[in-house]
Structure formats: structure tokens, C-alpha cells
């Protein structure tokens, strides 16, 4: 079936990296010239309501995302289930200090996760242990408190003691603690040695990004030693367990309308035996099991063999997210379906129930009381209220009639329980293929509610398909732009790929259409969401970090634009007398915020000279005196923020003079401009 607005396009495929479209750059900076434009906005008469979800987030543990990001646990492989139980950690030996070092694994006939523990032996004093390196290095802060705990047995003769140093990259101590464990008690069963969780605080007297964690016995003994752990108190709300307080406000800014997690091709896993199961990402984090990060192998030329999910941070700290941030949450489920792109392993239709009982139960461990067996599970961690969900997602990037019959066998069950939940379907990993058409096609036949379409494209594009929706039909399923981003070097992913304002400008006028089409598009996010500085995968991203900074990209603050300024209703926009949007590289689109009486028009202008507009507000009885206006503009196309300058490119505030319903504006060179102006 042809999608109406759709044509035939070259694709990129997001994860195989097949080359699709080349770039084609923006004429370069001109001298200064103004060209003169007229805009009406039809004030009086508002159209189709926007839905608070179209603009949000999509996270995915990618780019050291979670672990090593917004979980902001210091030590990596803190429990040794890595299966090198000694990847991060390394033997440590100060002077003539001897000893020796044994894994042991407890679980291999119970299979319960986190059964590995190190047993640190030393037979002299002066200092014996291991040192963990940290996610590319620690990061600590002079001043700020880390709480250091450790899960620990003496298995010795005598009492022993533990010394806990965190030294920066040169060796120079920053903060240390002593923990003594007292000798096993001796019963008339023989000796026991209790596992016991030691505690101590450590202020580090100077700050270090590459900082390392050090646990050395002091002197002979014997000790076991599992779950070792530096966290930052200072946590996003100070929750324990709590997030990476810097990222998470940067998310919370972008006061976003839905949090999408936890991915991506995370959910569909290399294979299915790795694919990612919400049930064992909650309870006691000594019970989630952790399993290798589809990433770890993916690019060959970007190995990452370090990366694995202990889901420090799992489901219900995503809902407590979502909750805290004001953000729908998203849950994308398997939908037994490995990755296509990878080993494409599917369950058979048989075998599929127990998938669709983790969807019916994430709905009651989001949704039910306390009474109910999943609801009491999310009560006992915290939450007694329910986080009130209300959609789902249903695989990833799956394609084809396997897909489809898997999809089907979850909505009649999910519907038949939960009538109100509302489901998000694929349609393929591409724009607008032969794949892509037939699942919408087939999901248009199945009347689903909302189909997620992805596009990783050359900025160009995204300029050119300004009116993608302008042609779709007005019923059935709504659309879900589930994952875009423009691509710098025209091919998803690639490591040239940059986050530079030629990008983010392009997204934007994309946005623009979007918006103008929000009856249609009901959702939509920029992906992937973060990325590591030196532990990254994939490339662009919208926010990028280091072990103790971070900054937005100039896409960030296009996103921030849009959401922050998202109106209630849509107003229909002429450009020089014309609906057609993107006329001349000017895209506009406007709407009215219901809650403050403005008139919101977003404006980007992809010419490299000034253009004076005129602006008019039809229809208006009353129009403000002033307005304001956020203006998003870099000074030159291939602008980039970076961790020292990350506001290079960022939104600038101003008063706007409003005479009249008409009045002048002069849009800069290469710019986003929201304009916000009282109307009655
Ligand atoms: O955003 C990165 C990846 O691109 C996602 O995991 C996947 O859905 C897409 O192919």
C-alpha cells in the first residue's frame, strides 16, 4: 500500500549502515541581504489540539547510556558477574604486599543471579587488594560525599581490616575510609562467617574525571567481598538508587511529553535468550540479573567489550523517572523477536504466551493496587501509587508478516484486559520501503492505534520531507516519530556523523511540520538520547557526557525549543500567501497556548542571509504590546557545542515590539525562532 505523501526513497538502514543519501550542504553564507517575507497566522481559528506527548524522549542503554551514565554508580562490574568476573578490576600489591586474588561462583546449581563474589587473600601486611577503573575513569568532586559500601565476609582466622582509597589518575590520594570486620564467630556448628553490607563516606579533597576506587587488606588475612559500590549521595531528587543528577536535569528541562524506554534495538536483544526482560530489572538490585549490552559487539569499529546491564537501573526507576520529569511513560516490549538485523530469532507462536504475560503483568506492576501480585512489587519498592501507564509498545524495528501475526496475538490480549491502553506498533527500520509500506498497510487493516516510524537521513532530507504528513489519512492509526535524527555524513550512525547546528536546524524545520500535522503525529523524539565522550557507539546524539560533565547539542536546544513551547492548538500558517510550508528554506508553524493566550509561531529560516518578515495575525481582536522571542541561531552551519563550550549554540532571549496583528520581524541568518505574542 502507498502511504499519500510518502515516495519512494533511498533508506538508510540505522544498524547495517547501508549508505543512502549524501549530504547536500546549505549554500554557503552569503553577504548580508535581506529578503523580505510575509506570514499570516489565522488566530481566531484554531484547529486540531496538540497532543502533550508529541514532543519527548527516547532513551536507550547505548553509548553508556545507563550504566557508566545516567546510573551514576562509580564501579563497574561491582558484583563480578561480568563473565570475565575480573573485567574493571585489577590486582593490587603496594611495596612487597603479597597475596592472591579467587572468583568464586555460588550460583551455578541455584542459577541465581549475582552469585560470583572475590575472595581477597593476603599473607602480608602493607597493603593487598584491587582497584576498580570506573566506567573510562571515576568521577569525583572535592567536597561533594560518595558513599562507599561493600558486602563482605571474614573468612580468616583473626579480625581483619579493609582500607578504601580513591586516588586520582597520577596515584594522589583523594579520600580514604577503614572498615575493620570482626573474626567469625565460632558456634558449636563451627565458625561462621556472616555476609554483612559495610558502610563509610568519602569526601574527596580534590576533584579527578579519571578517578579509581582501591581495597586493600592491611594486613595477612582472608576476606570475601561482593556488590562493592561508590555512589554519589547527591542524586536527581536525592533518591537512593537515585540517577545522575546533571543528565537527569537536562532531561527534566526539556519538559518532554513521554519517556520512551528502554530503547531501541536493546528491547529485541542479538538473540532472544539476550533480549531485554523488564521482570528481571526490578526488586532488590541483588536479584536483577545482568546480561550483556547488545552494543558491546555491534560496531566493529567502535568495539566496546566492557559494556554490560547490571540495571542499577530498570523498569521502576524508568517510571520514577517518567513520574519525576512529568514524562508519559513508554515501556517498548519484545514481542519475541530478535533483532533482525542480527540473528532474527523469533519465538514460536506457541511459545508466545509467556512474552505476552510480561506485558500484562508490566501493566499491573505499573497500573495495580497494591493487592494485586505485581502492584504489591512496585508497592514494596517504593511506589504504592500506581504510575498510571497508558501505552505500550510492541517490538522495535521488526518487520514482515512474523511480525505481524506476533503483534496481533498481543493486542487481542492486552485489549481484552487493559481496553484503554493504547499500543505502539512498528513499521520497519526504514522510511518509507517496501517493508514500511506493507506494515502500514497491514496495521491500518488491524486498526492499530499508533505506528512508530524511524528515520535516521541527511539533513537535506529532513528539509525536503517538511510535508511528509501533510498527505496522510485524518483516520486511523496516529503516527509515532519514534526515532530521527539527521545524519551529518548522510548515513545512520557513522562515527563522522556530527551534532552540528546544519543538523539541528534541519531537524527543526522538520519539527515544523510535525507540529503543523499534530493531528496526525502524536508523538515523536529525537534518538539516541546520550552518549559517552569515550565509551560511544553510535553517533550523533542529543546529549553528550563525561564522567563529571555534560552538555545539550544544538539539536538538544531545537528539541528544548519546540517542547518547552509546545501550544495547545494548531494554528494554520501561511508563507507568502501560500499553505505550502518550507517554500524558499522558510518553514513555519504555528499554535495557540491555551493556557497563556499566545500565539506560539516557530519559525526557521535555512537561508544564510537575514529576511525581514511581515508578520499577521489574522483574526485577532487584541494583540499584546510585546512579545518574546527565543532565537536559536550558530554562526556557522558546522557549529558544535562540546563539554567546554557546550552553550556555543543555544537559544538567546529578546522582547519583540507588537505595534499591531501586523507587525515586522527580522529572522537572523540560519535560525530557529520561537515567537511568543499576548492575543486575545
Ligand atoms: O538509535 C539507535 C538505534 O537505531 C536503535 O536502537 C534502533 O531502533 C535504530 O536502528
Known sequence: ??????????????????????????????????????????????GAAISPTLFGLFFEDINFGADGGLYPERVKNRSFEFPDPMMGWKRLARGEAKGSLQIYDAGSRSGRPNAHYLQIKADTGGGFGVTNEGFRGMGVEQGKEYLFSVLARNVGDTSAALRVEVEDADGKKLGEADISLSAPMNSYVGRIAAWKTYTAVIRPTATSGKARLNLLMDGPGKVEVDLISLYPKETWKNRPNGLRADLAQLLSDLKPGFLRFPGGCIVEGRHLETRYQWKTTVGDITDRRLIVNRWNTEFRHRPTPDYYQSFGLGFYEYFLLSEDIGAEPLPILNCGMACQFNSAELAPLDDLDHYIQDALDLIEFANGSAATAWGRKRAAMGHPAPFNLKMIGVGNEQWGPQYVERYERFAKAIKAKYPKIKLITGAGPFAGDDRFRYLWGEMRRLKADIVDEHYYMAPKWFRDNVGRYDDYPRTGPKVFAGEYAAQSSGRGGLPENRNDWECAMSEAAFMTGLERNADVVRMSSYAP?????????????????????????????????????????????????????????LFVSASIDDWTGEAVLKIVNAEASSRELRINLAGAAKVGSSGKAYILAGSDLKAENSLDEPTRVAPVERQVAVSSGEFTFTLAPNSL????????
Open 1 to 46: 500500500m502507498k502511504i499519500p505523501g510518502i515516495q519512494p526513497i533511498l533508506l538508510l538502514a540505522p544498524v547495517a549502515l547501508i549508505c543512502a543519501l549524501f549530504l547536500a550542504p546549505l549554500p554557503a553564507p552569503q553577504s548580508a541581504q535581506t529578503q523580505s517575507d510575509a506570514i499570516t497566522v489565522q488566530v481566531d481559528r484554531p
Open 529 to 585: 538520547l546520550f552518549a559517552h565522550v569515550d565509551a560511544w557507539q553510535w553517533t550523533p546524539n542529543l546529549i553528550w557526557f563525561d564522567s563529571l560533565r555534560s552538555y545539550g547539542t544544538p539539536n538538544y536546544y531545537a528539541q528544548k525549543l519546540f517542547s518547552v513551547h509546545r501550544g495547545s492548538r494548531i494554528l494554520s500558517a501561511q508563507i507568502n500567501g501560500s499553505a505550502k510550508n518550507g517554500q524558499q528554506n
Open 673 to 680: 525562532s520561537v515567537l511568543r505574542i499576548p492575543v486575545n
